[in-house]
C-alpha cells in the first residue's frame, strides 16, 4: 500500500493522483466556492432554455477555465 505524501507547512493543497486536493482551511476557502461556481454554471446551462449542445458549449469553457485556474493556483501553494 503507497502511504500518502506529507503536507509541507503552509500548503494548502496535496497532490493525489494528478489532481490537488485541500488540506487547509485556506485551501478549503478556496475550494468551495469554486465547486459552487461549476455547480452554478450547470444549472444555469441546463435550466431548459438551451439545447444540449447550448449547454455544452456554455459548460465546456467555463469548466475548463475554472479548472485551470484552481490547478494552477494548487499548484503554487502546495
Known amino acids: 500500500m503507497k502511504h500518502p505524501k506529507k503536507v509541507k507547512k503552509g500548503a494548502w493543497f496535496i497532490k493525489l493522483r494528478g489532481s490537488y486536493i485541500p488540506v487547509s482551511w ?21 435550466n ?15 469548466w475548463i477555465a475554472a479548472a485551470v485556474v484552481l490547478t494552477w493556483l494548487a499548484s503554487k501553494k502546495s
Open 26 to 46: 485556506q485551501g478549503w476557502l478556496t475550494y468551495i466556492p469554486f465547486v459552487s461556481y461549476l455547480t452554478l454554471v450547470l444549472v444555469d446551462a441546463t
Open 48 to 62: 431548459g432554455e438551451h439545447t444540449a449542445l447550448g449547454a455544452f458549449y456554455i459548460i465546456f469553457p467555463q
